[in-house]
């Protein structure tokens, strides 16, 4: 379907063509010429190349989605990133290690003792050390004495402020 306008208005410029998209389904191109014409003509895209666009959509999602996960994963410590979620395993039979880092110092000095776990994420098994507080450790704990191993980890916060959803799968 081509759906076609033509506006003529008297106005003097260089040959200039503007090119611009409403939404998938139009594409609207204006035409200035020195003859002072404006032309505008809107084409409708058939539904075939909707669902085309839309599947390379679709695939573009999964594709970043991936790299995301890469990303994320190339390190030797998971560090969860504000608002996403993650799907982890973690072997209860693995010693969880007692560990102080001065990265977590308070203004004192005092060095609290941090928890850090083996983790195996789902998608792409990748294996990382994950450091965790000691509240966050008893979170892990309950889903692991639940009999979970797998667990759904959303954070939400930055910094001193963060707060993790954990929720056995």
Same mark, same amino acid.
């Given at each position: 379907?081509? $759906? %076609?306008?033509?506006? $003529?208005?008297?106005?003097?410029?260089? &040959?200039?063509?503007?090119?611009?998209?409403?939404?998938?389904?139009?594409?609207?191109?204006?035409?200035? =010429?020195?003859? #002072?014409?404006?032309?505008?003509?809107?084409?409708?895209?058939?539904?075939?190349?909707? &669902?085309?666009?839309?599947?390379?959509?679709?695939?573009?999602?999964?594709?970043?989605?991936?790299?995301?996960?890469? %990303?994320?994963?190339?390190?030797?410590?998971?560090?969860?990133?504000?608002?996403?979620?993650?799907?982890?395993?973690? +072997?209860?039979?693995?010693? $969880?290690?007692?560990?102080?880092?001065?990265?977590?110092? &308070?203004? &004192?000095?005092?060095?609290?003792?941090?928890?850090?776990?083996? $983790?195996?994420?789902? +998608? +792409?098994?990748?294996?990382?050390?994950?450091?965790?507080?000691?509240?966050?450790?008893?979170?892990?704990? #309950?889903?692991?004495?639940?009999?979970? =191993?797998? %667990?759904?980890?959303?954070?939400?916060?930055?910094?001193?402020?963060?707060?993790?959803?954990?929720?056995?799968?």
């Amino acid at each position: 379907m081509l $759906v %076609l306008a033509i506006i $003529v208005l008297d106005i003097t410029l260089m &040959d200039i063509t503007v090119v611009l998209y409403k939404s998938m389904y139009y594409a609207i191109t204006l035409y200035i =010429t020195h003859n #002072t014409t404006i032309a505008m003509s809107q084409t409708t895209v058939n539904k075939s190349e909707q &669902d085309k666009e839309q599947k390379l959509s679709d695939k573009a999602a999964s594709n970043l989605s991936e790299l995301d996960l890469t %990303l994320v994963t190339t390190s030797n410590y998971f560090k969860p990133e504000d608002a996403k979620t993650y799907m982890i395993y973690i +072997n209860p039979e693995d010693k $969880v290690e007692m560990v102080k880092n001065p990265k977590f110092a &308070d203004k &004192d000095g005092y060095i609290p003792t941090r928890f850090e776990f083996r $983790v195996k994420h789902i +998608n +792409n098994q990748a294996e990382q050390l994950w450091t965790v507080s000691k509240t966050v450790c008893k979170q892990i704990a #309950t889903e692991l004495g639940k009999g979970f =191993t797998v %667990l759904q980890i959303t954070r939400h916060g930055t910094d001193r402020s963060t707060i993790y959803d954990i929720k056995g799968i």
